[in-house]
């Protein structure tokens, strides 16, 4: 019996399981990316599969390095053949790998994360901007960016020129020189966000003046019972700037309705006895510094409009210690930036990313 055939065919077999093996798209980390800025600060693009030419490499670092001359801004471009299944766009992958690196300077946080995936079926191009990009290079200038200026050059696998063709858009955004016009419309979950937000509002100031109980008493304890029950000093004050123009369409329907329970509107002047002209006038003024052990005093003045007496009222106030974190917080960021300093090249520059930006498939 002949066995050739059967050995040619399992060498055949074999080669190709190889071949397949060879041409396996391999998905990549965050922390399986090479970080070139560690290897040589004059490198900004990281194309471990070489799917990007030499020369394009080189024109995309001249132009990001320009960026970061003239405009202050931190720019990484990423290419990867794939992506581990863990996440579910390369939006997402982005926004990690931009926190991983710290892109972007850590005061004016201007970084900028380009990350281009390049296998079948999971092309997708995603940009991850920093804080301080958020308002000259907001998310619909970005979707624009790659559907017009880089998509037609991926869609002909030329990589290279798309990458080149958006890092020059978005310096020509940056500097102001763009013809590129984004056409935004009110979105409909803005709208349902804020109506949500006055309902909410209108509920939570509703509860808060339900619940301002004052007690009338006589005399000075009258102002006392105004000040703790007036829905605008304490929590109040913060439920107010919190849902402001709830607020606003409360005290209009308040002022409209004539209703007023407590507060220091409704304190009886204790000079021309005449209610609703009392008025409490700014902060309270220190009189006697609180220390460990004993309480403090604070000064309380209310003015009538209708008659101009004014009438104090001290209130005690306990000491708080405060907490001081500066040490720590200083020693932490020297440890930090120890640690970030590299021994060869550069490093980036500790910026946080703000989530904005935005990716789209091809």
């Known amino acids: ?112 994360l380009i990350v281009l995936i390049t296998g079948e079926g999971e092309r997708e191009i995603a940009f991850e901007t920093g804080y301080g990009l958020e308002d000259k290079l907001p998310d619909g200038m970005c979707k624009l960016i790659q559907t017009t200026k880089m998509l037609p050059h991926f869609k002909e696998e030329d990589f290279g020129t798309g990458l080149i063709a958006g890092v020059s858009e978005v ?101 021309c006895k005449a209610a609703g002209g009392v008025k409490l006038m700014g902060q309270p003024s220190i009189r006697q510094t609180a220390i460990p052990g004993q309480d403090g005093m604070k000064e309380y003045s209310f003015k009538c409009s209708k008659c101009g007496h004014v009438h104090t009222e001290l209130v005690p106030y306990v000491y708080v210690e405060k907490t001081s974190s500066s040490s720590s917080s200083s020693s932490n960021s020297s440890r930090s930036s120890s640690s970030g300093s590299s021994t060869r090249g550069g490093s980036w520059g500790g910026g946080s990313s703000g989530g904005g930006g935005a990716s789209t498939k091809f």
């Open 1 to 112: 019996m002949n066995k050739t055939p059967y050995i040619r065919l399992l060498s055949i077999t074999l080669l190709l399981c190889l071949f397949m093996g060879s041409v396996a798209q391999t998905r990549y980390s965050v922390k399986d990316v090479p970080n070139v800025q560690r290897q040589d600060y004059q490198q900004f693009v990281s194309d471990p599969d070489n799917a990007v030419s030499y020369v394009d490499i080189q024109t995309l670092n001249a132009k990001i390095q320009e960026m970061k001359d003239s405009l202050n801004v931190q720019c990484a471009v990423v290419v990867l053949p794939a992506i581990a299944e863990e996440y579910a766009t390369a939006k997402d992958f982005a926004t990690e790998l931009f926190e991983n690196w710290g892109i972007g300077d850590k005061q004016s946080n201007q970084g900028l």
């Open 171 to 271: 310096e020509k955004v940056l500097k102001g020189n763009s013809d590129l016009v984004v056409e935004e419309g009110w979105p409909k979950e803005a709208t349902w966000f804020i109506v949500a937000w006055i309902v909410m509002g209108l509920l939570v100031i509703f509860l808060k003046s339900r619940t301002a109980k004052p007690e009338k008493q006589d005399g000075s304890s009258n102002y006392m019972a105004a000040i703790n029950s007036d829905g605008f000093m304490g929590v109040g004050c913060w439920i107010a700037i919190l849902f402001l123009p709830a607020f606003i369409l409360f005290a209009i329907f308040k002022g409209v309705s004539g209703k007023n329970k407590g507060g220091a509107k409704a304190v009886i002047c204790e000079s």
